[in-house]
Nanobody, 119 residues
Framework: QLQASGGGLVQAGGSLRLACTAN????MGWFRQAPGKEREILAA????????YHADSVKDRFTISRDNTHNTVYLQMNSLKPADTAVYSC??????????????????WGQGTQVTVSS
């Protein structure tokens, strides 16, 4: 079970931190889907060695991290733009330990949280 939180309304240039708490220590990823667009992966992190992946579109602004003590993965989002408005979801890839960079690798999905960036 995955529980995402931290979305909301923010002005352009602002920051938000999303959190996703899982009931296990898994490789995790953050995705987003804007209206009329396909779901895209933003960032991913391995289950234990700290390796990460960030999509080119966000790597200078978004950072994924995890707190293994609490099985929580974070997505720190800075310098937000109106184009970042979307539903953000976390997902777990329980069949692997390393970073998972494709949607197909993820087998558990949390409910999304809305992020709205106003201009």
């Amino acid at each position: 079970q995955l529980q995402a939180s931290g979305g909301g309304l923010v002005q352009a240039g602002g920051s938000l931190r999303l959190a996703c708490t899982a009931n296990g220590r898994w490789a995790m990823g953050w995705f987003r889907q804007a209206p009329g667009k396909e779901r895209e992966i933003l960032a991913a992190i391995s289950s234990s060695d700290g390796n990460t992946y960030h999509a080119d579109s966000v790597k200078d602004r978004f950072t994924i991290s995890r707190d293994n003590t609490h099985n929580t993965v974070y997505l720190q989002m800075n310098s937000l733009k109106p184009a970042d408005t979307a539903v953000y979801s976390c997902a777990a890839a329980t069949r692997r330990a390393g970073v998972a960079t494709t949607r197909a690798a993820y087998n558990y999905w949390g409910q999304g949280t809305q992020v709205t960036v106003s201009s």
